[in-house]
């Protein structure tokens, strides 16, 4: 089954830092884009950033360019987002989805941010 | 920087047809995505590249480009539809992925 997981959200204060993981199972992870979507609550979906398949290439919206940093390791089938410097408007599911069609979604992993 | 433009709320009748539309300048030279979310489910896709519908969505889903508008058409609207639904693109680059606002599918 082609499923991915996301794990890593909690809370934490403003200026803090987490790592959010997503691990890909049923598919061959190399050979994908992937995105991470995040949706605050009661709100719309906002991309977030996305990462080529050998994690040459990376792309971010401008809100969390200098503070999120997205990577990847195909050894270990996982997709990371690297988040410092949070502001309470980070406060989000975040989502990670097999680009470029996001055809395939995790359940989200919720991050508050929060003092 | 670039933004794609739904109506807030679409409302219908069961049976009926609903359109929902997504303006955004980079659609003639981009392809769209079209997402059903669900209250406290993930997003699922129901029509990429414009036109295409992925396995195991029912035909009434279907999509249409025309110039710098995209449009999510459901044929016989059915109360299991009802939820909110995005369209997705990327800039005139296709660099950056974006979304639409959202539309609410309310069925009467």
């Known amino acids: 089954e082609v499923q991915l997981v996301e794990s890593g959200g909690g809370l934490d204060q403003p200026g803090g830092s987490l790592r959010l993981s997503c691990a890909a199972s049923?598919?061959?992870?190399?050979?994908?884009?992937m995105s991470w979507v995040r949706q605050a609550p009661g709100k719309g979906l906002e991309w977030v950033a996305n990462i080529k398949q050998d994690g040459s290439e990376k792309d971010y919206v401008d809100s969390v360019k200098g503070r999120f940093t997205i990577s990847r390791d195909n050894a270990k089938n996982s997709l990371y987002l690297q988040m410092n410097s949070l502001r309470v408007e980070d406060t989000a599911v975040y989502y990670c989805?097999?680009?470029?069609?996001?055809?395939?979604w995790g359940k989200g992993t919720t991050v508050t941010v929060s003092s | 920087s670039y933004e794609l433009t739904q109506p807030p709320s679409v409302s219908v009748s069961p049976g009926q047809t609903a359109r929902i539309t997504c303006s955004g300048d980079?659609?003639?030279?981009?392809?769209a995505y079209w997402y059903q979310q669900k209250p406290g489910q993930a997003p699922v896709l129901v029509i990429y590249k414009d036109s295409e519908r992925p396995s195991g969505i029912p035909e009434r889903f279907s999509g249409s480009s025309s110039g710098t508008t995209v449009t999510l058409t459901i044929s016989g609207v059915q109360a299991e539809d009802e939820a909110d639904y995005y369209c997705q693109s990327a800039d005139s680059s296709g660099t950056y992925r974006v979304f639409g606002g959202g539309t609410k599918l309310t069925v009467l």
């Open positions: 989805a097999r680009d470029h069609s996001m055809d395939v």
């Open positions: 980079a659609l003639p030279n981009q392809y």
């Open positions: 049923g598919f061959t992870f190399s050979t994908y884009w």
